[in-house]
């Protein structure tokens, strides 16, 4: 049985929801994994009396497609999709049948309107958090648009095509057999990649804010969520709306919900922002701050946006260890996020550069999936918490180099190998692995306030008990700052403070 029986109580109720008639165009072998998607197939057509099957001749074998009678919907999944992409798998039979999906309507007429051919293959794992976003993306943009089709697929099972694309990172999507973008991305983005984004014109010539955020992650969506409460013109203006907490995986530590998970908190924040008159301008970063009468912020596509007060809360990103062949090799054996990536190095031996907590837990998952896991820390003393370090010294596959400075991952079109420096002794060694996870902390997000404001020597902004920098008028929260501890719940509270530090301001000036 592929489900068991909890999943097939829980698709059991999701078919009876379905609108209309789904074929399943399939194409299955004799081998293990033909056997396991047809397995599912025919479960599934066993429940539903609108589910046909016909079985049919595709590209990949096994591969499945979801169409319409009579229609082909471009949507396919190649292999078996159980795990995260199981999701993927019902959202597509639901709105195949006609179930309409939950997207804004200018989306969807986004989508609609992109003319030309856009040939979507997405390489993913079944173990991956960050993929079914982009499935289900592409997926919603192949039902939508004739021109466009998507088809997942299972790098476990296509393990020739992953070798021959040199595919290290996942979710991989290619555009028309061209390597497209790698890691999570929502509709919007992608749109936005293919050119597709709303006119840049329309956020020139707004009126002026009273307030305007910059970043809307938690620390953002908060502060402007406090100050539309007050009735005044608010504003928010962001690259990536949910900023990190699209990345994170379980939250157990956001006091009042036992567990949730990323993409599931962004989702409650942005229905939250929509509750209230903000001005949301998605998909747009900031790239100059200057004080006149007003304050200024010049976004990368040219607008200019002005308000009485600004509330900077652009966050922070994953430091990089800035040696060569990081760059080069980024996606090539070069990772960042050992839950997506760590089931591509199956049995391959890797490093983990970092032994903070972080690095730690990293390297203790990672040594469940692959063969060998050297750990490199340039301080002498590993700094994760002991429970962890215990951990990791109990396991058979681990090496921990401490006081080792990296200097350079080598390899010719993917990672061979780290080179590293004993800094007691200078000398020079060499690790043969074929990937190299980067667990080294996080950068703010504030390079492009440089000779505008105080910040400290990481670039983090120096903010007061209110929220309020140097510049009057110009507030900062969230992890962009110099507040000590990094969290969900102390970014959401720090917005809510210079929000109402922003507010003051406002009514004393
Ligand atoms: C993998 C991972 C797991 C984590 N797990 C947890 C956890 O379990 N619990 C917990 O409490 N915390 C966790 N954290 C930390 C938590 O996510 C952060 O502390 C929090 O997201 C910080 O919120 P923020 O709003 O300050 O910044 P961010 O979440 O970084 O948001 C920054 C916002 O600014 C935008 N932005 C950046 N630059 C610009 C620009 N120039 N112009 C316009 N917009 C810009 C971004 O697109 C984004 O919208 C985790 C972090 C990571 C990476």
């Not at 329309?202 to 938690?218: R, S, T």
């Not at 990672?366 to 340039?378: N, P, R, S, Y």
Request: charged share 25%; hydrophobic share 40%; net charge negative.
């Amino acid at each position: 049985m592929a489900l068991d029986q909890e999943l097939k109580n829980q698709l059991a109720q999701y078919l009876d929801l379905l609108e209309g008639e789904v074929v399943l165009k399939v194409s299955g072998g004799s081998d293990k994994a033909s056997e396991e998607m047809l397995e599912l197939i025919n479960e599934i057509a066993s429940m539903s009396s609108q589910i046909k099957v016909e079985h049919t001749s595709l590209s990949r074998t096994p591969s499945f497609s979801v169409n319409r009678v009579g229609e082909e919907t471009g949507i396919t999944f190649a292999g078996t999709p159980l795990g995260h992409e199981f999701t993927s798998l019902v959202l597509a039979l639901l709105q195949v049948s006609g179930r309409p999906p939950k997207v804004e309507e200018s989306v969807i007429n986004q989508i609609k309107s992109i003319r030309g051919e856009y040939k979507f293959e997405t390489y993913i794992s079944l173990s991956c958090h960050n993929c079914p976003d982009v499935v289900q993306a592409l997926n919603l943009m192949s039902l939508l648009n004739p021109g466009i089709s998507h088809t997942m697929i299972d790098g476990a099972v296509f393990k020739e095509e992953v070798e021959s694309k040199d595919i290290m990172s996942v979710p991989s999507v290619f555009l028309n057999g061209e390597f497209f973008e790698s890691g999570r991305m929502n509709v919007e983005e992608i749109l936005a990649k293919i050119g597709s984004a709303p006119d840049a014109s329309e956020f020139d010539n707004k009126e002026p804010f009273d307030v305007l955020v910059v970043g809307a992650g938690p620390a953002g969506a908060s502060a402007a969520i406090y100050a539309a409460r007050k009735g005044i013109r608010t504003g928010i203006v962001a690259e990536r709306l949910g900023g990190q907490v699209n990345d994170t995986m379980g939250i157990e530590n956001f006091i009042s919900v036992k567990y949730t998970e990323g993409p599931k908190l962004v989702a409650s924040i942005e229905e939250q922002i929509k509750e209230y008159p903000i001005d949301v301008m998605k998909l747009q970063r900031a790239k100059r701050l200057e004080k006149k009468d007003l304050i200024e912020v010049e976004l990368e596509n040219g607008a200019v946006l002005k308000s009485k007060t600004v509330i900077l809360s652009t966050g922070a990103r994953w430091r990089n260890i800035g040696v060569p062949g990081e760059a080069e090799f980024k996606n090539k054996g070069v990772a960042y996020c050992p839950h997506c990536d760590g089931p591509l190095f199956t049995g391959k031996d890797v490093a983990v550069v970092g032994g903070g907590n972080s690095g730690i837990e990293a390297a203790i998952d990672l040594a469940g999936i692959v063969k060998h896991v050297t750990v490199l820390e340039f301080a002498p003393e590993l700094k994760a918490d002991a429970v962890l370090q215990d951990r990791l010294y109990s396991l058979p596959n681990v090496t921990v180099l401490k006081n080792v400075q990296t200097k350079e991952i080598t390899g010719t079109d993917k990672v061979d190998g780290v080179t590293y420096i004993e800094r007691d002794t200078g000398e020079e060694k060499h690790v043969e692995l074929q990937g190299v996870f980067v667990q080294i902390g996080l950068v703010p997000n504030t390079e492009w306030l440089e000779g505008t404001l105080e910040r400290t020597r990481m670039g983090e902004i120096i903010v007061d008990s209110r929220g309020a920098t140097t510049i009057p008028g110009v507030f900062a929260a969230g992890d962009c700052t110099n507040s000590p501890f990094k969290q969900i719940i102390i970014s959401m509270g720090s917005g809510a403070t210079a929000s109402l530090g922003a507010f003051d301001y406002l009514i004393r000036n």
